[in-house]
T-cell receptor, first 115, second 113 residues
Framework: GAGVSQSPSNKVTEKGKDVELRCDPI?????LYWYRQSLGQGLEFLIY????????KSGLPSDRFSAERTGGSVSTLTIQRTQQEDSAVYLC?????????????FGSGTRLTVV | QKEVEQNSGPLSVPEGAIASLNCTYS??????FFWYRQYSGKSPELIMF????GDKEDGRFTAQLNKASQYVSLLIRDSQPSDSATYLC?????????????FGKGTTLSVSS
């Protein structure tokens, strides 16, 4: 596609439920990144995938968070047993090779609200 | 912990003035440096990148890099109300897994007409 596509754009869920957020990167972009941004805060790195290498999971805040990338393209971020502090905008970005050298292109984000 | 520091602002300038945004970073291994603009409720968009020491100009925007001082800046000439946004500084960070961007918390710019 022309840009990074994220779905859903908005998600309201009850505390304790699991959610899945989807990201479809720009075709040909080998690197894919997940960040989250809480209200009025900066971008918090979560995880990134680069080609066929093992992902860098160092930013995941707890074991309730996981992500996968299938076929080197679409990625899914899963949050299990959601908590109110998980409420934030989850941003996906992708980058052509060499990863990060030219910066990222961000998707429009998924706004997650845990009630 | 690799960090990128920015003054949160708000930075207020009148229309037509020069806005100066500053950023310092801690990772001496950083090789690429970026400025993103984020309007309220929107995702960040890339406006400038710079790799070498010195200045890089693109229209009304000039990015400046000083690797010895670990300092990056963005100048916006002839500021317009439409420039009112949060400006994020980002630098590359390399580790065993590859390369990712570390972002500052952003500086809020307000341009008054």
């Amino acid at each position: 596609g022309a840009g990074v596509s994220q779905s859903p754009s908005n998600k309201v869920t009850e505390k304790g439920k699991d959610v899945e957020l989807r990201c479809d990167p720009i075709s040909g972009h080998t690197a894919l990144y997940w960040y989250r941004q809480s209200l009025g805060q900066g971008l918090e790195f979560l995880i990134y995938f680069q080609g066929n290498s093992a992902p860098d999971k160092s930013g995941l805040p707890s074991d309730r968070f996981s992500a996968e990338r299938t076929g080197g393209s679409v990625s899914t971020l899963t949050i299990q047993r959601t908590q109110q502090e998980d409420s934030a905008v989850y941003l996906c970005a992708s980058s052509p090779p060499p990863a990060g050298y030219y910066g990222y292109t961000f998707g429009s984000g998924t706004r997650l609200t845990v009630v | 912990q690799k960090e990128v520091e920015q003054n949160s602002g708000p930075l207020s300038v009148p229309e037509g003035a020069i806005a100066s945004l500053n950023c310092t970073y801690s990772d001496r291994g950083s090789q690429s440096f970026f400025w993103y603009r984020q309007y309220s409720g929107k995702s960040p968009e890339l406006i400038m990148f710079i790799y070498s020491n010195g200045d890089k100009e693109d229209g009304r925007f000039t990015a400046q890099l000083n690797k010895a001082s670990q300092y990056v800046s963005l100048l916006i000439r002839d500021s317009q109300p439409s420039d009112s946004a949060t400006y994020l500084c980002a630098v590359t960070h390399n580790n065993q897994a590859g390369t990712a961007l570390i972002f500052g918390k952003g500086t809020t710019l307000s341009v008054s007409s």
